[in-house]
Structure formats: C-alpha cells, structure tokens
C-alpha cells in the first residue's frame, strides 16, 4: 500500500503542541485528504479521539511507502520509508531552548509553525523553512458544571453518596469539575474530582461555583448552605429536616433522596436559578452582655523586653531575627509574640524578661486628633483675621 500523507510521531503523549497539531489537522482536512499518523506508542484518549478522523497506524519497524512523509522531532524511522518527498515540521523555538533540532539529509523541505520558529532555525542552522501557521477551528464549548463541597469526607457527610452522584454525572455526560475542600486524605478517585486544602476564604469559591453540594446524613444548621444561598449560588442536598428550616427549596437548590433515586442530572445541568435568599434572623445579641471592648487596644500594645542568656545557653536562634540573641539586647514585641518568649512555647522556657509596656494610641485616634487640632487652627486664624478688619475701621 503506498499512502499518500504520513505523520511520524515516536510517542503521542496525552497532552502537547504537536498532539494538538494532529487533532486539528485531522479535524479540519482529514475529509478533502488521506492522511495516516504512524506512532510506536500513544496515549489511549488521544488514539481514540484520532482514530475517529484519520487511519492511526502502530509502528512496527516495517518500511512504508508514501507520496509525502512528514516528521516532527523524530526522525527515527525515515530511512524505513520511501517517500516522493520528506518533509520536516519545526515546532519549537529552537535558539530559545537552547537545542539543536534533529536533522538529516533525506529532509527535502522544513515547515516552521511561526516566524519566530523560522527566524531561529535560520540563525541555528542557516537553513530556509517555508512558514505555515499550524490550523485551528474551535468547537463551541460545552458548560462545564462547577461544584463544590466544604466537609469532612465521614460516612456521615455523605462520602458514598458524592462517588455515587459523581458516577451519575459520568454516566450521563455532563461535564463537570467538583473541588471538594477537606482535610481527608483517603481521595476519592475520580479525574472530575479535585480535593482541595482547607481554607478560610472558602466563599470566594462557593460564589464562583454553580453549585454547593452537601449530601450529609444530617446537620443541625449548616453553615456552608446558607453561606451559598446567601451568596446567590444553589445547592445540592439531601432531604436532611433541617434543609426546609433555613430556606432551602426548589427556587434555590435541588433537594436529593438520601438513596439519590431522585437524582435528573440533565435538570441539575440545564437549570437557571434566579432567587433571594435571607437566612434566619439570629437573636444572639439577647444573649450577649453588652459592654464596651477594648480588644483593639490590647492589639495595639506593644512591650519591650530583654533578652536572657536562654539564647546563648540552648545555641538557638531568635525566629524573626534569625540569629542567637546575646543577653541584655532589649526589642518590642507584640503580646502574641510576648507569650511565647515567656515560656508559652515547645521549649517551656523563658527567652526574654519583661522591661515595660508600651501603649500606642490606636490610629483613628491619632487621625481624629490631628484633624481636631488642624480646625482649631484654622478657627483661631479667621478669629485674628475678623479682629484686625474691625480695628481698621475704627
């Protein structure tokens, strides 16, 4: 058989330019032109995807005849095929990587993806390619359904029940990605599901997400629900009893068996939510005793203190001054820090000994002052102003 294009590729990996190049190639003329891949090893999604537009080909080690033969990097298999033409595609910016392109002397003509490619060959090797822009057609993109979770991943937080409905999702095509923030570290595996570390400004994520999802056994108030309706993002949860208390309904979310019979992933994909949501009215101030704080005071504070001989005596090195502090050295600490260096640390010992406190005014307080006391200037200056006006027309 004697083709008519060949493509050699050593190893079709399952990401890449060159993977790239093959699949909008092979979508945009594979009608109009024969064209065969031969490889010696591939990723199977990228095989699978080729194979449904062009004749793929495993590489045995046998010759092949073909009308023209294009190669990549590898040239590995050119003296095993006869071509009317052998033609090289430059992908990389060789003088900018540093290497040298493979070359041989079958090579009868060099295709270069960008005319920053072209130029560098040139200067490399002094060599003319011909500059042909690698194809592209972008299909319309499929949504891709964002949802996260923030829970522990316990049997009583409805592990089993996220790889079931994950599985559901799969089995139905919808494309999603599911970050589920959580300390546990036994993963569930799934390429759609992505665990994420804990962190606190998880609403940031809730508010981007198309849905928060929550499949627990139970929950006595569920604070990452009314944090997502609140923000305008709907949920996924189970029929828990208190879900109908903050508000939960089917304006704002899908409410699931706990066995997810009920489960319409085409609904839960298609479906557009436009609600306001209030949370329960909490009444904790009746609890409170009302009284003034004075806690961004106590922030404010600072203390001098005094380094002891610890330093010296334990060869240990000061952590925010990054070396061993010699005895008497005196420097201001905040309280947290204050703690420490007093014993409230793995050592249990003292490193520094109380000098005295230092109490700074809070800015606000120095901002109002500065402005009281720049309106009193200004008041004082009209008021002598007003005064001589009067005198001269005396």
Not at 105 to 125: D, G, M, R
Not at 267 to 290: D, G, H, R, T, V
Request: aromatic fraction near 10%.
């Amino acid at each position: 058989m004697k083709y008519k294009n060949i493509f050699y590729f050593n190893h079709i990996n399952s990401i890449g330019g060159i993977e790239s190049f093959f699949y909008q190639l092979a979508k945009i003329y594979s009608e109009d032109n024969d064209i065969t891949i031969f490889y010696k090893t591939a990723d199977s999604k990228q095989l699978a995807r080729l194979k449904k537009l062009v004749r793929c080909v495993r590489w045995k080690n046998e010759e092949i005849e073909c009308e023209k033969a294009f190669f990549n990097f590898n040239l590995d298999a050119i003296d095993k095929i006869k071509a009317d033409e052998y033609i090289q595609i430059l992908h990389g910016d060789y003088k900018a990587i540093g290497i040298k392109p493979n070359m041989h002397p079958k090579i009868n003509k060099y295709i270069s993806v960008s005319e920053t490619v072209q130029k560098s060959f040139k200067e490399i090797t002094g060599i003319d390619s011909e500059l042909i822009y690698n194809p592209i057609e972008v299909e319309e993109p499929k949504k891709v359904l964002l949802l996260i979770s923030a829970t522990r991943l316990t049997y009583e937080k409805g592990k089993e029940r996220i790889i079931k409905l994950a599985s559901k999702l799969d089995n139905d095509n919808i494309p999603y990605l599911w970050l589920i923030f959580t300390d546990n570290t036994n993963e569930i595996v799934n390429p759609n599901v992505v665990y994420m570390k804990p962190r606190l400004d998880i609403i940031d994520y809730i508010k981007k997400a198309d849905y928060l999802v929550q499949l627990s056994n139970a929950e006595g108030y569920c604070y990452s629900v009314v944090e997502a309706l609140s923000l305008g993002t709907p949920v996924i949860v189970t029929d828990m009893p208190v879900m109908s208390e903050i508000g939960v309904n089917k304006d704002n979310g899908f409410i699931l068996d706990f066995n997810l019979s009920n489960v319409d992933t085409k609904a839960i994909y298609e479906k557009e939510f436009n609600f306001k949501y209030e949370p329960p009215k909490s009444e904790w101030q009746k609890e409170l005793i009302k009284s003034k704080s004075n806690y961004k005071e106590e922030l404010k504070m600072k203390y001098l203190v005094e380094a002891l001989n610890t330093y010296e005596e334990r060869k240990i090195e000061d952590g925010v001054f990054k070396r061993i502090l010699k005895a008497g050295e005196q420097f201001e600490v905040d309280k947290e820090r204050l703690d420490v260096l007093l014993g409230d640390n793995t050592y249990k010992v003292a490193f520094v000994k109380l000098v005295k406190e230092i109490k700074e005014e809070l800015i606000e307080d120095k901002i109002v002052e500065k402005m009281e006391e720049g309106t009193k200037k200004k008041t004082t200056k009209k008021k002598t102003t007003t005064k001589k006006k009067v005198a001269k027309k005396k």
